[in-house]
């Protein structure tokens, strides 16, 4: 039998010498929540902790030289703490949104792949809210029926109410040109506290004393802390001595206009700035279109271009606090334009995943046994999303992540009651996981697709993101108000059991090494170097898990 004859032809050196294809990239956006942000303060902050500190992405998976090499050449040692860290570099990214914006690009993983992080940062676009918007959002929630209110929020709806009331009430007396009604509520509620104001001053002092070393222990600088824990000293002494019993007895109304410059002061520095981005982003009114529509176009162009650069082959949104609700409606909306249509047809292999995913929305209602259904489904999940990336306009989101998110009352944000919640997802104007099938069946049974032109569905509904993109969420379990995390909580019951959910209880730093867990909504991915020592607490470990970059 003849042999075919070897050449050396310039395409056999060609093909000889040919690289092989680098592996695309893995994006992960980060959208930050509410109030004055500063660009790149939450990403630096969130690829701190995920990627900088997690020495397990990069570690040798054998002994060999090769691999040992890779990992010295992966990491680095940080010139503050000398610690050792995996590299990083902030890179100029104008596609990011912003020229204050950059993107953190990363050496490769231990499976060879890279990640890009991106901060989509909108809270410029807030600038402006004003009282009025956040007296309009306020009186929706407060002048609502109790039994609308769910049994995870009621106890901070009273309190709302009560500081309302109170407001209220201090504003009136402050305008009352009689001394009557503010002599009267002066003996009934202030009396007791000058009269005890040796107590309260010293109480006072402890309590600012207390929260400055919290705050030092906390990693803040200590000499920024000393001085603004000594001016809160100086300011109560001073009005320990201004606001004395004589000065209050002579004018009545002084303790009244002083409250109310105290709670305006508050009001106007910290509540409108922060919660006024809630006001004019959950609630669509005349007043707030406009700025939800400038945040969504930005937040679309840029999961739009990291879709169509070429660049990657996953995509991981992060959404934290009222941002969760805003990568939500960007997923939707994506999703809109990206799904399999008829003019951006579905393959063989994606039509019978989506088939796949059929099955678990026709048990939706069905409990599903431990984890082992959840875990089949995301399952599912992954590989529909594997071949959703050869679809002409390829959906690339593999990982949704909500991180204390105010989803979980979302029968009270983005809705007036549990019903009408259930009626806009019905509807498909918010989306569940699994996602919810059409209404009127398919041949007798339930289903997310279409026919299109085709005789069998094929085409998924507008409503189905989480049919190929899996949904975790992370939330830290709250008591008395103000312990743990009251804005976040469980998602399952409103949008699906096909939800992975981690309850975390976190711990804040407190004084001579205590810790305590006030108010915990701004520390899911904070770090200290005390978990070097005492190992990764559990709300750490589950936000790299939900994250999963070494994810092949």
Not at 78 to 85: A, C, K, N, S, Y
Not at 477 to 492: E, K, V, Y
């Amino acid at each position: 039998m003849a042999r075919t004859a070897k050449t050396n032809r310039p395409a056999d050196k060609e093909k000889k010498t040919a690289k092989k294809p680098a592996q695309k990239k893995q994006a992960v956006v980060v959208i930050h929540g509410m109030g004055e942000q500063r660009p790149m303060e939450t990403l630096r902050s969130f690829v701190d902790t995920v990627w900088t500190k997690d020495l397990e992405l990069t570690k040798a998976r054998n002994e060999s030289k090769a691999e040992q090499e890779r990992q010295k050449n992966a990491r680095t040692t940080d010139v503050r703490t000398e610690q050792t860290i995996n590299k990083s570099w902030i890179v100029p990214d104008a596609g990011a949104g912003s020229h204050e914006l950059r993107r953190i690009t990363t050496v490769e993983n231990k499976n060879g792949r890279r990640t890009d992080f991106f901060e989509f940062y909108w809270a410029d676009v807030m600038q402006g809210t004003t009282l009025q918007h956040l007296l309009t959002w306020l009186k929706e929630l407060l002048l609502r029926p109790p039994a609308t209110v769910p049994r995870n929020v009621f106890g901070a709806w009273i309190v709302l109410i009560v500081l309302t009331a109170v407001t209220v009430v201090l504003a009136a007396v402050a305008l009352i040109s009689s001394d009557t009604v503010a002599q009267w509520l002066y003996n009934i509620a202030f009396q007791p506290i000058v009269d005890g104001r040796d107590f309260v001053c010293g109480a006072a002092a402890i309590a600012v004393l207390i929260v400055g070393a919290g705050r030092a222990w906390d990693g803040r600088p200590l000499a920024g802390v000393i001085v603004k824990t000594a001016f809160a000293l100086l300011l109560i002494w001073t009005t320990y001595y201004v606001l004395g019993r004589e000065v209050i007895q002579n004018h009545p109304r002084i303790w009244a206009i002083g409250a109310s410059v105290v709670i305006g002061f508050i009001v106007h520095s910290f509540v409108v700035p922060t919660f006024g981005d809630v006001a004019r982003y959950v609630r669509a009114a005349a007043d707030t279109v406009e700025k939800r529509d400038l945040v969504r176009n930005r937040g679309l162009r840029l999961l739009n271009r990291l879709h169509d650069s070429g660049d990657y082959d996953r995509i991981i949104v992060v959404g934290h606090s009222l941002g969760s609700i805003l990568a939500y409606d960007l997923v939707q909306l994506l999703w809109a334009e990206r799904a399999p249509d008829p003019d951006n047809p579905p393959t063989d292999e994606a039509v019978a995943a989506f088939q796949t995913i059929d099955e678990y929305v026709r048990r939706r209602n069905e409990s599903w046994s431990d984890n082992v259904e959840l875990r089949e489904f995301r399952a599912a999940q992954c590989a529909l999303g594997c071949f959703m990336q050869s679809c002409q306009k390829p959906w690339l989101i593999s990982d949704f992540v909500t991180v204390g998110s105010p989803l979980t009352h979302a029968e009270f944000l983005m809705a007036r009651d549990k019903s009408e919640l259930t009626e806009f997802i019905r509807d498909r104007l918010l989306s569940k996981s699994p996602p919810e099938p059409d209404e009127t069946p398919y041949r007798g049974d339930e289903t997310i697709l279409y026919k299109g032109r085709a005789r069998t569905p094929r085409f998924p509904h507008h409503a189905a993101v989480f049919a190929a993109t899996r949904w975790t969420n992370i939330h830290d379990p709250n008591s008395l108000i103000f312990f743990g995390d009251m804005i976040s909580g469980s998602l399952t019951e409103n949008f699906g059991q096909g939800i992975e959910e981690y309850e975390v209880e976190i711990v804040r730093p407190f004084l001579f090494g205590l810790t305590w867990r006030f108010f915990t909504h701004t520390f899911y991915w904070k770090w200290r170097d005390s978990y070097l020592v005492d190992g990764v607490p559990e709300h750490i470990a589950a936000l790299r898990s939900a994250v999963a970059l070494d994810e092949s």
